[in-house]
C-alpha cells in the first residue's frame, strides 16, 4: 500500500532563516506531487506541484522554492523565512495513471511558525 | 473573487442531519471532491462526484450537485461527535496538462450532544 510521510511536523524558526520541508511517498512510482499551505481562514493555496523528477510547476509567487531531486521525494524551501511564511504545509500525492478523479492523499501536515 | 466559496461554520445537534453547501465558478469542472480534516492532520478524501451526476450516495454521506448553479452540498445523515471537523469542497481545473484540485476555505462543523 502506498503511504506518504512528512516531516517535521512542527518547526519554529526566527524570520531570516532558512527552511526545509520534506515529503516523501513510497508504494508507487511517478507520482505526481504537491505542496499547499493552509494559512488561518484562508484555506488550502496550492503552492507547487511536480509531475516528475525535476518538473517543479509554481502557482504563487514568493520566497519559498520546491524540489524533486528523487521520484517520490519532494522538498519546500526557502533560503529566508518571513513572518507570513507561518502556516500548516500540506504535501500530497496522486496517481498520474488513474483515468477518473485526480484523488489527491496527504501527508499529516508541518506546522511552521516563523517568530 | 475566491473560486470555491463555502460558509466557514456550522453547527448542528448530534444526531441530526448536517448540509455543508459549496458553490464553484469553474463551468468546466469535470469533478468535485468533500475532503475532511480532523485537528492538527491532513485531508482525507470523503467522496467525489463526476459532473454528469446529479448525486451520489455512500452511506451516511449524500451529495447534490447543480450545475447550473454550480453549487455542491454534502449532507451527513445522524451527524455524530466524531464527525467534527473541517470539510472542504473542491473543483478540478486543467492546469498545465493536469487536473489540479482547487479548495475552497473550509467549514467548520460543530456536533454537540
Known amino acids: 500500500s502506498q503511504t506518504i510521510h512528512q516531516w517535521p511536523a512542527t518547526l519554529v524558526q526566527p524570520v531570516g532563516s532558512p527552511l526545509s520541508l520534506e515529503c516523501t511517498v513510497e508504494?508507487?512510482?511517478?507520482?505526481?506531487l504537491y505542496w499547499y499551505r493552509q494559512a488561518a481562514g484562508r484555506g488550502l493555496q496550492l503552492l507547487f506541484y511536480?509531475?516528475?523528477?525535476?518538473?517543479i510547476s509554481s502557482e504563487v509567487p514568493q520566497n519559498l522554492s520546491a524540489s524533486r531531486p528523487q521520484d517520490r521525494q519532494f522538498i519546500l524551501s526557502s533560503k529566508k523565512l518571513l513572518l507570513s511564511d507561518s502556516g500548516f504545509y500540506l504535501c500530497?500525492?496522486?496517481?498520474?495513471?488513474?483515468?477518473?478523479?485526480?484523488?489527491?492523499?496527504f501527508g499529516a501536515g508541518s506546522r511552521l511558525t516563523v517568530l | 473573487g475566491e473560486d470555491v466559496e463555502q460558509s466557514l461554520f456550522l453547527s448542528v445537534r448530534e444526531g441530526d442531519s448536517s448540509v455543508i453547501n459549496c458553490t464553484y465558478t469553474?463551468?468546466?469542472?469535470?469533478?468535485l471532491y468533500w475532503y475532511k480534516q480532523e485537528p492538527g492532520a491532513g485531508l482525507q478524501l470523503l467522496t467525489y462526484?463526476?459532473?454528469?451526476?446529479d448525486m451520489k450516495q455512500d452511506q451516511r454521506l449524500t451529495v447534490l450537485l447543480n450545475k447550473k448553479d454550480k453549487h455542491l452540498s454534502l449532507r451527513i445523515a445522524d451527524t455524530q461527535t466524531g464527525d467534527s471537523a473541517i470539510y472542504f469542497c473542491?473543483?478540478?481545473?486543467?492546469?498545465?496538462?493536469?487536473?489540479?484540485?482547487?479548495f475552497g476555505r473550509g467549514t467548520s462543523l460543530i456536533v454537540h450532544p
Open positions: 462526484i463526476f459532473s454528469n451526476m
Open positions: 511536480s509531475v516528475g523528477i525535476g518538473q
Open positions: 508504494g508507487t512510482s511517478n507520482p505526481n
Open positions: 500530497a500525492w496522486s496517481d498520474p495513471l488513474f483515468s477518473g478523479a485526480n484523488v489527491l492523499t
Open positions: 469553474d463551468s468546466s469542472s469535470t469533478y
Open positions: 473542491a473543483e478540478s481545473e486543467k492546469t498545465g496538462g493536469s487536473y489540479i484540485p482547487t
